[in-house]
């Protein structure tokens, strides 16, 4: 195998290692791990991210080596702002189940002689969260992963595969690529689901806070995306 081939695969590795830290990735896992209490579910959340989004990264190089299929650049801001859109709605979900489901409520409180709101959480039914979750439940941070290979962030992937004139060569980096984004996605899912993890038990009140930051975070960075894509880069 000649040394540039060598070279263009030990750099696909490093950029989806350098992929997985980006900041709409890690924001969307963060939604999704905020929800387990169990570190081993929370690294298979990165994982399958990281599955989801190689697999559309082969569906789109095998159209690249295949077909000779040029995305065009409107079509390819659609699917980035596809991404904003996702993490609106992924940080909604997360705020709703924070204000709906998990019993943290806004109450006003009048002491003389002035008046305060803050924060409650209602007791609630204690649930075991650290049980194993089915493989089924792993289907969100898939589809999340596939919507984030959909999007031009994989550009710079797909422009180095376009250097390699051998196909075979072109799908292993294409494979390459995805071991890393899997691998760094796995382990950052997993430092990202500590804070909530630790403080799910002894600290509920601080793990709602943890999980509304990450429900805003969510939501203000996708309207971020959104404006900078649809106005910035000129969808609209």
């Given at each position: 195998m000649e040394s540039p081939l060598y070279a263009a695969f030990i750099l696909g590795l490093i950029l989806g290692i350098k992929h997985a830290l980006d900041a709409d990735h890690l924001i969307a896992v963060s939604t999704i791990v905020s929800d387990t209490r169990n570190l081993k579910w929370a690294s298979l959340i990165g994982a399958f991210w990281g599955l989801g989004h190689t697999t559309t990264l082969l569906?789109?190089?095998?159209?690249?080596?295949?077909?000779?299929?040029?995305?065009?650049?409107?079509?390819?801001?659609?699917?980035?702002?596809?991404?904003?859109?996702?993490?609106?709605?992924?940080?909604?979900?997360?705020l709703w189940r924070?204000?709906?489901?998990?019993?943290?409520?806004?109450?006003?409180?009048?002491?003389?002689p002035q008046t305060h709101a803050h924060f409650h959480e209602h007791e609630k039914p204690q649930e075991d969260h650290g049980h194993?979750?089915?493989?089924?439940?792993?289907?969100?941070?898939?589809?999340?992963?596939?919507?984030?290979?959909?999007?031009?962030?994989?550009?710079?992937?797909?422009?180095?595969?376009?250097?390699?004139?051998?196909?075979l060569a072109g799908l292993a980096y294409i494979l390459i690529f995805g071991i890393g984004s899997v691998g760094g996605m796995l382990a950052l899912s997993s430092l990202i689901a500590l804070p909530f993890i630790l403080t799910a038990r002894r600290f509920a009140l601080l793990n709602q806070?943890?999980?509304?930051?990450?429900?805003?975070?969510?939501?203000?960075?996708?309207?971020?995306?959104?404006?900078?894509?649809?106005?910035?880069?000129?969808?609209?």
């Open positions: 569906v789109s190089g095998l159209l690249v080596i295949g077909l000779r299929i040029t995305i065009p650049p409107r079509v390819a801001l659609s699917l980035e702002f596809a991404v904003a859109v996702m993490l609106v709605f992924l940080g909604a979900r997360l924070s204000f709906r489901e998990d019993g943290l409520h806004l109450h006003a409180h009048a002491h003389s194993a979750h089915p493989f089924s439940s792993m289907h969100r941070p898939f589809i999340v992963g596939m919507v984030h290979g959909l999007a031009g962030s994989a550009a710079l992937m797909l422009l180095v595969l376009a250097t390699i004139t051998s196909p806070w943890i999980r509304l930051g990450a429900g805003v975070a969510s939501v203000a960075f996708g309207f971020y995306l959104g404006w900078e894509i649809g106005f910035q880069q000129g969808l609209f």
